[in-house]
């Protein structure tokens, strides 16, 4: 869109805490679209990665195919061409919808409001969307591995008792510890690709909310009032007990992921 900013672009695995950051961020000032789901997330972002991970045989709790696919150069252009062919003017894809509402916010983006978007399989889509918005800015969040594997498992368990079918091999909890690294390497690839890439821990926000809120929002280029600060820092909560027993009871299988260990989330 002629005279829009580059998007900011919050990547992360499941369950990792790219909501909360998403929403105290839109509390700051970026915005996010306008028809979202209950974690802020467009419908359409989500069938548009789920279809083509589908394509190639996999799926966002199953992307090693996905992976092997973009790894090369055939894969990595049919990806990009992809995705640059459901782009469109009206900003469908990114939550916008016609009317008044949706002109206006356009607008805004026309006038160079900050926007951007979190829908985690962003992360596995990452340097292909790096090609069509070559100075996005990735914000990356991350956060315990044992404790993405946990919620992953929490929330499959609650979809299951309303009658969905199981999400492939979630139920196995070292299974949702791989997965979750994998998200953390997708997220590292396209760090190696652009200076605009920051890379947050979930439990740093947790652990001082204001600080590291209003350093990621400097990344991000947002203005702020300190009144909007403290409303953006009073969404994020801290870590849930059973979050914290999952990683104690856990916490020696990281040993095996030196990027965990780079993270300081593995135990010694």
């Known amino acids: 869109m002629k005279g829009a900013r580059p998007p900011v672009i919050i990547i992360g695995a499941h ?37 083509y991970l589908r394509s190639v045989g996999s799926a966002w709790h199953n ?3 996905f ?13 990009a061409k992809y995705l640059e062919g459901h782009l469109d003017p009206s900003l469908s894809l990114f939550g916008y919808a016609a009317g008044l ?3 206006w916010l356009k607008r805004r983006l026309r006038l160079g409001a900050p926007w951007g978007w979190k829908e ?8 292909s969307w790096l090609e069509l918005f070559p100075d996005a800015r990735f914000l990356h969040i991350v956060r315990n591995p044992l404790s993405v ?24 909890f070292e299974y949702c510890v791989e997965l979750a690294m994998t998200y953390v390497a997708a997220g590292e690839a396209v760090a190696s690709q652009t200076e605009h890439y920051r890379r947050v821990r979930f439990e740093d926000i947790q652990t001082d909310p204001a600080g590291q809120l209003r350093t990621t929002a400097g990344f991000c280029r947002l203005q702020f009032t300190d009144r909007q600060m ?13 979050t914290l027993r999952s990683v104690s009871d856990n916490g020696a299988l990281l040993s095996r992921y030196p990027m965990a260990v780079k993270l300081g989330y593995a135990v010694e």
């Open 149 to 172: 594997a946990a919620s992953i498992q929490r929330r499959e368990r609650e979809f299951q008792a309303k009658g969905d079918t199981p999400s492939g091999r979630v139920h196995d």
């Open 15 to 51: 369950r990792s805490g790219t909501t909360a950051t998403a929403r105290a961020l839109k509390l700051l000032g970026l915005q996010i679209g306008q028809h979202l789901d209950s974690h802020d997330e467009v419908r359409a972002l989500q069938n548009l990665h789920e279809t």
């Open 63 to 65: 992307p090693q195919a």
């Open 230 to 242: 403290q409303r953006a820092a009073a969404t994020i909560r801290p870590t849930q007990a059973d």
């Open 101 to 103: 509402t949706g002109w």
């Open 120 to 127: 985690p399989r962003t992360t596995l889509f990452g340097t």
């Open 67 to 79: 992976l092997a696919s973009i790894a090369t150069p055939s894969g990595r252009e049919a990806v």
